[in-house]
């Protein structure tokens, strides 16, 4: 599984749109062959055709799409927005933090989560995602929860 490596991780990211950040963080997996570039379009058109159901939490969404859409390895990865996106979720919005998640199996989908979930559960660590300035602050905030 590659878990949000140097690779995956991009800041102060410019996107005026959600489709926007959502191909900026599908483009991290694409580039690392995590994903097939259909998996990013498929994130996208699920967007479109579901709404943001997966902006779960203030400032943070999820995007992620089918394994039959394109997976080739569990993957996330993450882009800090330069500037903060609105995806339409009126609870959440607007959205500064993507992690485009991609798995190939539902235990896979349920570690990433789980993953995710240990990082993002704690606010504090909402706040250094915040104010990392490269990806060793992010390895740091990271490091015990690979």
């Known amino acids: 599984m590659k878990f949000l490596e140097s690779s995956l991780v991009a800041l ?5 749109t959600p489709d926007e950040a959502i191909r900026a963080a599908g483009s991290l997996l694409v ?3 995590a994903v097939e570039e259909r998996y990013v379009d498929a ?4 967007y479109h055709n579901n709404g943001p159901y997966f902006v779960l939490a203030p400032k943070i969404a999820l995007p ?3 394994p039959e859409d394109g997976v080739s390895e569990a993957s996330v990865s993450f882009v800090r927005l330069k500037n903060p996106v609105v995806f339409g979720n009126a609870a959440n919005d607007p959205v500064t933090f993507v992690f485009a ?3 190939s199996t539902s235990d896979q989908h349920l570690q990433i989560l789980q993953k995710l979930m240990l990082l993002l559960g704690d606010q504090s660590n909402v706040g250094k995602l915040q104010q990392a ?3 060793k602050d992010i390895k740091t905030l990271i490091g015990g929860k690979e």
């Not at 102060?12 to 005026?16: C, L, N």
């Open 133 to 135: 300035t490269n990806y």
């Open 64 to 66: 992620h799409a089918r």
């Open 101 to 103: 998640l991609g798995a």
């Open 12 to 16: 102060d990211v410019e996107a005026a």
């Open 31 to 33: 580039r690392e062959g």
């Open 43 to 46: 994130m996208i058109e699920s």
